[in-house]
């Protein structure tokens, strides 16, 4: 006797949708693509990728909020701001204009 239809049918890879799931903040960061090196950099010029996307980012402010730097003691880039043992790092004025960054950094991302 042969097998009902629906025992013998096989279902093939990708024949479902995966499930929904949330989308993280941090794939829409300016910065997502940037190396480990320059979003966690200690020093100003080895910084100055991260902080130029940090000029355009969408979710500048949740990075600040969730990263909370100074209660972290946070060393890289976060908010659009250099930081390095959870204290803001100035970027020297003979960097920011030739990069196109801004001196003092607004309050508000």
Known sequence: MPAPAYVRTTFQRGAYPAPARPTDWRTHAACA???DEAVFARRPEPALPALRACA???????CLETVAPA???FDGVSGGRLWRNG?????P???????GLAVD???QP
């Open 105 to 107: 950094y607004p309050d």
């Open 93 to 99: 004025a003979d960097l920011a204009p030739e990069r």
């Open 33 to 35: 693509g940037l190396p």
């Open 87 to 91: 204290r803001e790092v100035r970027i």
């Open 56 to 62: 355009v980012c969408s979710v500048r402010r949740r």
């Open 71 to 73: 209660e972290s003691l």
